[in-house]
Every structure is written in structure tokens, then in C-alpha cells.
């Protein structure tokens, strides 16, 4: 069994900060992949940020230059540190693993259940 267990998110005001965090547990062999996704009601899933086992990140153009993901790989966790943010951010954010559970077992992508993140004075 794999769990993703995302945690931080809350209510803040716009120009505000969040760091949301994403634990892996289980029985887990090595991560690859990790990311950052968010969903309105509005839209359909979309991809925030990602970043590599070895470190290299992609972000969505809406959060460059405001939001930073990081990942310590002997804790296999995955950050995701939230600065200046705006209403329009507001969304239920999903944490993201590509994950291998054996030597030669293909990887397997799954999900955390989310956690809520509100953009608001």
C-alpha cells in the first residue's frame, strides 16, 4: 500500500504564503517524477509544478517566479512553497508521484487526496 498525504494547506490573504508538504509512505522502492497539481470546480486538473528524482523543476507559467517546489528524497517528501498569492489560486491541490514499488516493477502514478488552499481578505 502507498499513501500521499498532503498537509498545509488553509486560508490566506491575497499577498500571502503557504508551504504545502506531501508525504510517501509505504511500501516504496524509489520515487521519480513528483509534482503538483490543483482543480477548481471551474476547471479541470492542471499541472502547478514538477520536479525530477534528480532535482530539475518545470512550473506552470501562472506560478513562475511565485511558487517553488523542492523534494528531500530521504524523507520522501515533496514540497511546495507558495509565495504572493492570489485569489485566483485558490484551488484544491494534489500531490503527484511516480512510484516504483519493486527493482524491475514498472512505475506506478498515484495521488494524494488533496488539501484546500483559499486566496481570500
Known sequence: ???????????????????LSC???????RINDMAWYRQT???ERELVAA???GGD????DFVKGRFTISRENAKN????QMNSLLPEDTAV???YGQILRGYG????????KGTLVTVSS
Open 1 to 19: 500500500q502507498v499513501q500521499l498525504v498532503e498537509s498545509g494547506g488553509g486560508l490566506v490573504q491575497p499577498g500571502g504564503s503557504l508551504r
Open 23 to 29: 508525504a510517501v509512505s509505504g511500501s516504496i522502492f
Open 41 to 43: 470546480r471551474e476547471k
Open 51 to 53: 520536479i525530477t528524482r
Open 57 to 60: 523543476t518545470n512550473y506552470a
Open 77 to 80: 517528501t515533496v514540497y511546495l
Open 93 to 95: 491541490y494534489y500531490c
Open 105 to 112: 516493477v514498472r512505475s506506478m502514478d498515484y495521488w494524494g
